[in-house]
């Protein structure tokens, strides 16, 4: 490993950038899990598709 202090606080950065993508990644896949979970809670058979499709279309925007 390098002594150079520089080249030690841009691999402390990158860590530290990897961890909050990781937690990042996690919190979005955690919403749309519980989001599917929710849908399928309330909608059972076909009608969940269709729930489905109305649930995307009306949260493009965000």
Same mark, same amino acid.
């Given at each position: $490993?390098?002594?150079?202090?520089? %080249? /030690?606080? #841009?691999?402390? =950065?990158?860590?530290?950038?990897?961890?909050?993508? !990781? &937690?990042? $990644?996690? $919190? !979005?896949?955690? #919403? &749309?899990?519980?989001?599917?979970? $929710?849908? +399928? #809670?309330?909608?059972? &058979? &076909?009608?969940? +598709?269709? %729930? =489905? @499709? /109305?649930?995307? =279309? /009306?949260? =493009?925007? @965000?």
């Amino acid at each position: $490993m390098s002594t150079d202090p520089d %080249a /030690r606080f #841009k691999t402390v =950065l990158q860590v530290l950038s990897i961890l909050c993508l !990781i &937690g990042l $990644m996690a $919190m !979005i896949f955690h #919403k &749309g899990f519980a989001d599917l979970s $929710m849908l +399928w #809670k309330q909608h059972s &058979g &076909g009608d969940f +598709w269709a %729930a =489905l @499709g /109305r649930y995307l =279309l /009306r949260n =493009l925007a @965000g």
